[in-house]
């Protein structure tokens, strides 16, 4: 089959073997595959012999510097069923799937694992158990955004939000949006969002954030301070008299992942902030903790979603809760997922970035 | 009156004016006063011009750099009533308060304040409204203790603990061992604690540590582990086979406070962790995410006690709950401060040293 590599620090398009359904696995076409930042990262880092180590080969065991299929966000249609499956959906269904594979030789990562193809490929195998069938006749590409959506839905589930809580994402990537859906789709408001490009803005009104900011225009904690004042122009007393005035609880998403964007919170977050960690920054970071201790500040770090999250995402997507058309600027097939992987660095042209394996 | 002065780096005993009660505050005698960390801290940073500024400053409001007298874990009794008292406590009762001095001038902190004296020396002024009376013919020095045990209640409050968490305080210094004196007070069990000196481990096990720890002969995230699985020997699986057994959630308290000691944390934290920092670090420093999210670790930043918390502790202690008696291990008049400052260094030698200005 044909899909694309990543090998000696790039991708190249090349024939590989077909994949074999296990035990229990489905074997499956892949109908559309996002790019994700995850994957950016991956490549940017891959084929180091020694020097510097891939962060993602620890989290995912994976060996960056040997051949790998990336390709973690998919749709895809059922074309075999292994040994051992029920088959309770037939050949032809389309699907989601977590990308996890389980197997009797265990679990592997679909997407970052040298053993099975992720979705930059034609053909995948995917655990039987955890296929969801795609409702509604929802279009392959909306379904392929279950998986980057699912992210943000886990990330405002840890938040744990109240109806008073003033909600901020620092940061308007495909995560930040991810997240901006699921605070829409939680009834937050007023939902707060800053982003320096203004495509991004753009697209995170779209998805349902009330207040843009950009940061280099001016501060988006002032910008909080006023959106968490409550009504009637000046603010309660606090606890102490002479200290500052009660505002409503502030829930700050991180969703851009690079260093210094921790501590660029923790010195802006109000007196008491939860600081939800989205974004995955891969290097050592700084942080001075006095800021932290002294207003009292919760960092909750987060990453993927649950089984029933991801279910749920699929489920909204289907009945047109989120706004994924906005979110999915272009489609490429294998030939183009180099080109595609450098004009993702361009804000304002791309958000997400399908690849539809079996065309070209 | 007399009082250990903060001054060029150093402390001296001078003769100083006595401080006069505002509207709504009380003269008060100082009976006992803790040395705390942050006192040590505030000496080291002292003075500095321009060069290397002290945290504290921007924390209390305080300038280092001039003449300052410490203080803020006392008992005293009351002297005199300034204007506008309900006197309500009579002249000769024995008091505790949290330290802040309310005033028609704003809130200051009684200890870290250029405008009002602290503990260490023969008189302050408080707040009226803010006394507690020591009760049932506690002594003075257990009463003393109430400050720096508060630190501790807050912190397990915090924590929000439920019956199957098992906590573990990584450093048995003050902050640590009164987060175990709180663990033990809210039925937390088995409590872990470890630290390098054998005599804080002791002091651990007094205070209520049923395992204690020497890093320097074994993992303390190993020891968690042991305690945190489940009786019967063999654990239950996880959610996704082939991954980790189910363990007891674990809460973690960072009570060292000195700069590597949250990512030694984030290291050795089990998955879903919640990590408490009591120990207030200074300085820079680094963390690796990747840690923190990859196990959806928390973190909290704690800070002081609520009046509430204050007078809570101060019962508990009334009450001979918390074994105060073996963490005061030396007294000194004001004479003797500056050099326990010098002897507070030694972790085998003393664990609280009080303060009593009226001797010598």
């Given at each position: 089959?044909?899909?694309?590599?990543?090998?000696?620090?790039?991708?190249?398009?090349?024939?590989?073997?077909?994949?074999?359904?296990?035990?229990?696995?489905?074997?499956?076409?892949?109908?559309?595959?996002?790019?994700?930042?995850?994957?950016?990262?991956?490549?940017?880092?891959?084929?180091?012999?020694?020097?510097?180590?891939?962060?993602?080969?620890?989290?995912?065991?994976?060996?960056?510097?040997?051949?790998?299929?990336?390709?973690?966000?998919?749709?895809?249609?059922?074309?075999?069923?292994?040994?051992?499956?029920?088959?309770?959906?037939?050949?032809?269904?389309?699907?989601?799937?977590?990308?996890?594979?389980?197997?009797?030789?265990?679990?592997?990562?679909?997407?970052?694992?040298?053993?099975?193809?992720?979705?930059?490929?034609?053909?995948?195998?995917?655990?039987?158990?955890?296929?969801?069938?795609?409702?509604?006749?929802?279009?392959?590409?909306?379904?392929?955004?279950?998986?980057?959506l699912a992210v943000?839905?886990?990330?405002?589930?840890?938040?744990?939000?109240?109806?008073?809580?003033?909600?901020?994402?620092?940061?308007?990537?495909?995560?930040?949006?991810?997240?901006?859906?699921?605070?829409?789709?939680?009834?937050?408001?007023?939902?707060?969002?800053?982003?320096?490009?203004?495509a991004r803005r753009?697209?995170?009104?779209?998805?349902?954030?009330?207040?843009?900011?950009?940061?280099?225009?001016?501060?988006?904690?002032?910008?909080?301070?006023?959106?968490?004042?409550?009504?009637?122009?000046?603010?309660?007393?606090?606890?102490?008299?002479?200290?500052?005035?009660?505002?409503?609880?502030?829930?700050?998403?991180?969703?851009?992942?690079?260093?210094?964007?921790?501590?660029?919170?923790?010195?802006?977050?109000?007196?008491?902030?939860?600081?939800?960690?989205?974004?995955?920054?891969?290097?050592?970071?700084?942080?001075?903790?006095?800021?932290?201790?002294?207003k009292e500040l919760?960092?909750?770090?987060?990453?993927?979603?649950?089984?029933?999250?991801?279910?749920?995402?699929?489920?909204?997507?289907?009945?047109?809760?989120?706004?994924?058309?906005?979110?999915?600027?272009?489609?490429?097939?294998?030939?183009?997922?180099?080109?595609?992987?450098?004009?993702?660095?361009?804000?304002?042209?791309?958000?997400?970035?399908?690849?539809?394996?079996?065309?070209?």
């Amino acid at each position: 089959m044909r899909a694309v590599v990543m090998r000696n620090q790039g991708l190249v398009v090349d024939t590989v073997p077909e994949p074999e359904p296990d035990q229990g696995q489905v074997l499956v076409k892949t109908l559309a595959c996002g790019i994700c930042g995850s994957d950016l990262h991956a490549l940017k880092h891959s084929g180091a012999q020694g020097t510097a180590r891939n962060p993602l080969d620890e989290v995912f065991g994976m060996d960056s510097s040997r051949d790998l299929i990336m390709g973690h966000e998919f749709c895809a249609e059922i074309v075999d069923h292994g040994p051992g499956c029920q088959k309770t959906l037939p050949v032809g269904t389309r699907i989601c799937s977590m990308p996890i594979a389980v197997g009797p030789g265990g679990v592997s990562s679909v997407g970052y694992s040298n053993d099975i193809p992720g979705g930059f490929g034609e053909l995948m195998v995917l655990t039987e158990a955890m296929l969801l069938p795609v409702p509604n006749g929802l279009a392959s590409e909306g379904a392929a955004l279950t998986e980057p959506l699912a992210v943000g839905l886990h990330a405002v589930e840890k938040a744990n939000l109240a109806a008073e809580d003033v909600p901020m994402v620092i940061g308007c990537g495909p995560v930040g949006l991810a997240v901006i859906a699921a605070l829409k789709l939680k009834g937050a408001a007023p939902i707060i969002a800053a982003d320096y490009s203004p495509a991004r803005r753009r697209l995170a009104q779209t998805l349902g954030a009330e207040i843009v900011v950009d940061p280099a225009e001016s501060s988006p904690y002032e910008t909080w301070t006023q959106a968490a004042t409550p009504e009637g122009g000046s603010a309660a007393p606090g606890p102490f008299p002479g200290l500052e005035p009660a505002l409503r609880p502030a829930v700050l998403f991180e969703c851009v992942g690079v260093p210094g964007v921790i501590q660029q919170m923790l010195a802006g977050a109000a007196r008491g902030a939860r600081v939800v960690v989205v974004g995955v920054c891969m290097e050592r970071d700084a942080i001075e903790p006095l800021f932290a201790i002294t207003k009292e500040l919760n960092l909750q770090f987060v990453i993927a979603y649950s089984p029933d999250e991801f279910a749920t995402t699929l489920g909204h997507i289907a009945e047109g809760r989120v706004a994924t058309e906005a979110l999915i600027t272009g489609k490429v097939g294998v030939g183009g997922v180099a080109g595609a992987f450098e004009e993702l660095a361009n804000p304002e042209k791309h958000a997400k970035i399908l690849v539809e394996p079996w065309r070209d």
